[in-house]
């Protein structure tokens, strides 16, 4: 069969139908009043950067899985307003810490006073620089239980590497918006982010230090389990 020339996609690709999406949230354990107030108060602060706030049943996700792998040492890349740090924060095992790396003191500050409310901020070191620089920082030995990554597109090729020659045989690393809205699937779509999340797609699925799922969690979400070596 003759092949077809790529088709152009409309976007936003819808993944999984709106409809679909609102009754998954409704499905989902319900956000307490902090999360409720902190999405409120990211909504009415910042209105064209709220896109940036992962949803509640993504956040109930990261807590499942930061319980699952019995996280001790956490890795957050993209903190914003703090819901996500949050949801890893609560899932810690006992005398866990998460390290979050954000370059905003502005849209950090909103995490801080969440954290407190939250009782979680004993447990978050916030490391306010670029995190490629935090991250090569880290010690080298195969530490981290659990990463998310949800920052700047084009730095996921390193915020991967870097994360998955620490991560411990077992640990977990998540990473947001693989699918781009269907950009990765549009060859019309060539920016300097669409590359990069093509490019990190492929490497994950091609290392053999890993096992890898992506998922149609809201915008894609691919889950990289490193391998226990028998
Ligand atoms: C999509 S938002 C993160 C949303 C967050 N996970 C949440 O649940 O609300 C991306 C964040 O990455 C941060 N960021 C962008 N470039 C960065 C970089 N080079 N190093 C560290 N953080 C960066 C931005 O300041 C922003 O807060």
Redesign the pocket.
């Known amino acids: 069969m003759a092949l077809q020339p790529p088709q152009a996609v409309e976007h936003p690709v819808h993944i999984v139908n709106p409809a679909l999406d609102d009754y998954v949230l409704a499905h989902c354990t319900p956000a307490d009043d902090i999360l409720r107030d902190l999405a409120e108060e990211?909504r009415k602060a910042l209105p064209e950067h709220t896109v940036?706030?992962?949803s509640h049943d993504e956040?109930t996700f990261l807590t499942m899985l930061t319980q699952l792998t019995g996280a001790q040492l956490a890795v957050?890349?993209?903190?914003?307003?703090?819901?996500?740090?949050i949801c890893i924060a609560r899932g810690l095992a006992k005398d866990g810490q998460l390290i979050a790396?954000?370059?905003?003191e502005e849209?950090?500050s909103i995490a801080r006073r969440y954290w407190d409310r939250a009782g979680v901020a004993d447990r978050i070191d916030l490391r306010i620089?670029?995190?490629?620089d935090t991250l090569r920082a880290l010690p080298t030995e195969e530490t981290i239980d659990f990463a998310?990554i949800?920052?700047?597109k084009t730095?996921y090729p390193v915020y991967y590497e870097e994360l998955v020659s620490r991560l411990r045989p077992g640990g977990i690393i998540a990473l947001?918006n693989v699918l781009r809205e269907g950009r990765v699937i549009d060859p019309a779509c060539q920016d300097d982010a669409d590359a990069a999340i093509r490019a990190v797609n492929d490497t994950v699925t091609a290392d053999p230090r890993v096992t890898s799922v992506m998922l149609p969690i809201r915008d894609g979400v691919t889950l990289a389990r490193k391998r226990v070596s028998s």
């Open positions: 990211t940036m706030q992962i956040g957050e890349v993209g903190t914003f307003t703090g819901y996500s740090s790396c954000d370059v905003s849209w950090t620089a670029p995190a490629a998310f949800d920052a700047d730095g947001d």
